[in-house]
């Protein structure tokens, strides 16, 4: 009875485990596929940017054009500063979490089970003397 139960425990945190990674894949996988869109986006703006610069010297709109496109991108540029600090920030708190500290937390358990067992030995030990 006890096994079953112990069966079908770990095969509910199996499957939860198993639902959560695939659906932090299925994050970054997204991210990955947005940052590459993104990128080609940028790419095409470079271009009509690069044949803007040569008509602004002729072209007055285009010039007032091209000043208001750069006020855009230095504020996409903030915007991208911006979900890189909170990105990086979100690594470093999960590093805390999950990293030395973990390692900490359990090296700490382990020192106080050794400690457990060398306090039941001693009092065994005091029990086997004094009963003989």
């Known amino acids: 009875m006890a096994d079953a ?3 079908v425990l770990v095969e509910k945190l199996g499957s939860m485990a198993l639902e959560r990674i695939e659906e932090e894949v299925r994050l970054v996988l997204d991210v ?3 940052i590459e869109e993104f990128t080609g986006n940028l790419e095409a703006i470079q ?3 690069e044949d803007a610069e040569q008509r602004q010297v002729k072209d007055a709109s285009v010039r007032n054009w091209l000043d ?3 006020e855009v991108s230095y504020k996409m540029v903030d915007v991208v500063d911006e979900w890189n600090s909170e990105s990086l920030k979100q690594q470093v708190e ?4 999950e990293g030395p500290e973990g390692g900490k937390a359990l090296a700490i358990q382990k020192q106080k089970k050794k400690k457990k067992k060398k306090k039941k030995k001693i ?3 005091k029990h086997i003397s004094f009963n003989t």
Do not use: C, G
């Open 47 to 49: 271009a009509v940017l």
């Open 32 to 34: 990955k596929k947005e």
């Open 94 to 97: 999960k590093q805390e979490r």
């Open 123 to 125: 009092n065994k030990d």
């Open 68 to 70: 208001k496109l750069k």
């Open 5 to 7: 139960l112990i069966s």
